[in-house]
């Protein structure tokens, strides 16, 4: 296992019974032929994809391509030497996920969970992604330590709270309001102009000293796919631009361009 995560830059991972995992949608795993109850084992690992990068008008986590299209074509490379090296069935699986992902990667040792209900790892604080292989070998096969952790919150300190939009203002999540279909009422409108995002937030991951201590210590993600392709400033004329397979491969698309649109004109009228 070692190897293989290596081989992918992959350097947070842990081997959890599936039994310690909360399994709140069964259905999910049995979509792909294996029935839940065969489930042994849970890999959990981590998908960092924090890079240093200038001011910008989308969140952080969807200035680079889709994890979910990183994910999947990880998965085919490695489910394959899974199964070669330990036999029976290995699942992969990204945000549609069968488990509760922060509780089980806590439990895994792998971070904190945090006010925002966020995982912090220690060394790349909030930016990252969860992910997990669900699998019919024994956890003890794939190096369980027979030790289940505890779930580990953070320090409680409140910055996150302090921070958000949403407390502040007496809103609702900003990041959802910015994902949000429709015209906007006045009141919506000021609030996304007086945050000036586009798409998401990052304002409680900014504020925690868990991830204020990653960004200080200038630690960027090893994966070259958040490296690529990259856009901080989301604009019409880039919006415009894009074909539909490259539109599809954002972050920001499942909602389709009209939010984007009609965001980027609350804020900037006929600008651009």
């Given at each position: 296992?070692?190897?293989?995560?290596?081989?992918?830059?992959?350097?947070?991972?842990?081997?959890?019974?599936?039994?310690?995992?909360?399994?709140?949608?069964?259905?999910?795993?049995?979509?792909?032929?294996?029935?839940?109850?065969?489930?042994?084992?849970?890999?959990?690992?981590?998908?960092?994809?924090?890079?240093?990068?200038?001011?910008?008008?989308?969140?952080?986590?969807?200035?680079?391509?889709?994890?979910?299209?990183?994910?999947?074509?990880?998965?085919?490379?490695?489910?394959?030497?899974?199964?070669?090296?330990?036999?029976?069935?290995?699942?992969?699986?990204?945000?549609?996920?069968?488990?509760?992902?922060?509780?089980?990667?806590?439990?895994?040792?792998?971070?904190?969970?945090?006010?925002?209900?966020?995982?912090?790892?220690?060394?790349?604080?909030?930016?990252?992604?969860?992910?997990?292989?669900?699998?019919?070998?024994?956890?003890?096969?794939?190096?369980?330590?027979?030790?289940?952790?505890?779930?580990?919150?953070?320090?409680?300190?409140?910055?996150?709270?302090?921070?958000?939009?949403?407390?502040?203002?007496?809103?609702?999540?900003?990041?959802?309001?910015?994902?949000?279909?429709?015209?906007?009422?006045?009141?919506?409108?000021?609030?996304?102009?007086?945050?000036?995002?586009?798409?998401?937030?990052?304002?409680?991951?900014?504020?925690?000293?868990?991830?204020?201590?990653?960004?200080?210590a200038d630690i960027e993600t090893p994966l070259d796919f958040f490296r690529e392709n990259r856009i901080s400033t989301l604009t019409v004329e880039k919006l415009n631009a894009m074909s539909d397979e490259e539109f599809k491969k954002r972050a920001f698309s499942w909602r389709g361009k009209a939010p984007l649109l009609r965001n980027l004109e609350i804020l900037?009228?006929?600008?651009?």
């Open positions: 296992m070692k190897t293989i995560f290596e081989n992918e830059k992959i350097e947070c991972y842990g081997v959890l019974p599936f039994s310690a995992c909360k399994c709140r949608r069964p259905d999910i795993i049995e979509r792909k032929g294996v029935r839940a109850e065969e489930i042994r084992s849970a890999i959990l690992f981590l998908v960092p994809y924090y890079i240093k990068d200038e001011s910008g008008n989308i969140s952080l986590y969807a200035r680079s391509g889709d994890y979910h299209f990183y994910c999947d074509a990880l998965f085919e490379r490695i489910l394959p030497l899974f199964e070669e090296k330990y036999g029976g069935r290995f699942l992969g699986f990204a945000d549609k996920s069968p488990i509760e992902e922060n509780i089980a990667a806590s439990k895994a040792g792998l971070g904190v969970v945090g006010d925002n209900y966020m995982l912090m790892n220690e060394k790349y604080g909030s930016f990252v992604f969860i992910a997990e292989i669900l699998s019919t070998v024994s956890a003890e096969t794939l190096g369980f330590s027979g030790e289940i952790g505890e779930i580990s919150a953070c320090m409680h300190c409140g910055a996150c709270k302090k921070a958000c939009p949403m407390v502040i203002d007496g809103m609702e999540c900003l990041s959802a309001l910015t994902q949000k279909k429709g015209k906007f009422t006045e009141r919506e409108e000021a609030y996304l102009r007086k945050y000036g995002s586009v798409w998401g937030c990052d304002l409680c991951q900014l504020a925690c000293p868990l991830t204020k201590k990653a960004i200080a900037y009228g006929n600008k651009e």
